[in-house]
């Protein structure tokens, strides 16, 4: 079935408030501190804290990068559903927060947030959940 109305347009984020500092080498702590707008930087704390075992941390840490995502997609147009670039690097953050929100769902033992989050990536971009999500092999 063909969706008559068509899709929305691409929405692309302006560049991060944190990216800067980030590729500088700035520690994302720091960077959320100045920057607490900063998606990047919440996304990053909540990689870490994922991958040393720290779910509870990193739940928390995505979930308030998941947040201010959201702020800032609606501030630029976006409607709740629409294409979001993968190869737009500013989207990344708020891709990257989806597919590590899920992670840490899962782990919390919230598998319905983690279907859903699995869910709106792959709707949001299929390129972003091929590389961040589905098996490698």
Do not use: I
Not at 113 to 136: D, G, I, N, T
């Amino acid at each position: 079935m063909t969706n008559l109305f068509g899709e929305p347009p691409a929405t692309l984020l302006p560049e991060d408030p944190g990216a800067a500092e980030l590729a500088a080498g700035d520690s994302p702590q720091t960077v959320a501190s100045l920057h607490p707008d900063s998606a990047l930087a919440w996304v990053t704390l909540a990689e870490m804290a994922l991958a040393e075992g720290r779910d509870l941390e990193g739940y928390a840490f995505v979930r308030t990068g998941y947040h201010r995502s959201l702020d800032l997609l609606r501030r630029n147009g976006w409607k709740g559903h629409g294409p979001l670039p993968w190869e737009h690097e500013p989207n990344r953050p708020f891709l990257r927060s989806l597919a590590a929100l899920a992670d840490a769902s899962e782990r919390l033992g919230d598998e319905g947030e983690a279907h859903r989050c699995r869910e709106f990536l792959h709707e949001s971009s299929p390129e972003a959940y091929a590389e961040l999500v589905a098996p490698k092999g």
